[in-house]
């Protein structure tokens, strides 16, 4: 009996060798409108075959900023919280995916700690928070972790099987906020997340953006697709060699990668799924 592209990705992330590699092929809005319309559809995900599915959250925002949010000092007090999104929507989509698609479905967190500080506080002001207003800058994550595990248990309680966080930690050079703050505000704060994660019986994820820059002009220039096509075999043969290997790209493919590149992707994952 095969196994389901679900089963199959759990597999591969126990390192399972069963002989199929499973992929997850992401684009940008446009690139999907682009390939949307070639393969003249409306589900673009299940079309190409995807076996990851992802599933966007309701989620949380600040509200109520106090005046001197944005000084250099401290501000006063601590912004309120508001959710945002509709649970309605999010459990019905799950729901319709695990009822109508064998794929492995994972939701989705966008800007999930320190995302969320710089953008209440301002990228400058969070990093001399993080060296000079200790107490401040504590208490601050402690609030946005806190808001995240309160969301997080809503979406635990849905049928998905994992949860992706995502935080951009990184320059292009290195960790934007140092080592040494790191472990201090951030790291601590999401091993609590995936702690939870795990024991609601899910797989965690992590997506976190940074020090690419040398690498990117080859990221984006992907050659022809005869060229597309002898990578993807080549990585899939040695990364999925005794299993453990997920195809997929390390971000959401762009618009600027011609067409006929993002096709010879597409048909080699398929083709190498069918192995």
């Not at 790209?249 to 762009?254: G, L, T």
Request: proline content about 5%.
């Amino acid at each position: 009996m095969s196994l389901t592209r679900r089963e199959l990705v759990q597999r591969a992330i126990a390192h399972e060798d069963c002989g199929r590699i499973p992929y997850s092929l992401m684009f940008t809005g446009d690139a999907a409108q682009k390939l949307s319309a070639h393969y003249g559809t409306n589900d673009l995900e299940g079309t190409i075959g995807n076996c990851i599915r992802g599933v966007g959250a309701p989620w949380w925002t600040f509200t109520n900023f106090p005046e001197d949010q944005y000084t250099p000092d401290p501000p006063s007090r601590l912004p309120d919280i508001m959710g945002i999104g509709s649970y309605t929507d999010f459990y019905n989509g799950v729901t319709h995916l695990r009822e109508n698609s064998d794929t492995f479905i994972l939701v989705y967190f966008y800007g999930s700690l320190f995302e969320k500080a710089w953008f209440a506080r301002g990228m400058e002001n969070l990093l001399v928070d993080m060296a000079v207003n200790e107490d401040y800058c504590e208490a601050l994550f402690e609030r946005i972790v806190e808001a995240d595990l309160m969301m997080l248990e809503m979406m635990l309680a849905a049928d998905v099987d994992g949860v992706l966080l995502g935080c951009d930690w990184g320059s292009q050079q290195a960790l934007l906020m140092g080592p040494e703050n790191w472990h201090r505000y951030i790291g601590p704060r999401h091993a609590r997340m995936f702690k939870r994660i795990r024991e609601a019986g899910k797989y965690a994820f992590l997506h976190s953006c940074g020090n690419i820059f040398a690498v990117l002009p080859d990221v984006v220039d992907m050659g022809t697709p005869d060229d597309v096509r002898r990578e993807v075999r080549e990585v899939a043969s040695v990364l999925g060699a005794g299993g453990g290997y997920i195809l997929a790209p390390a971000q959401a493919i762009q618009d600027d990668v011609p067409l006929e590149n993002c096709l010879a992707l597409i048909e080699e994952a398929q083709a190498l799924f069918e192995d």
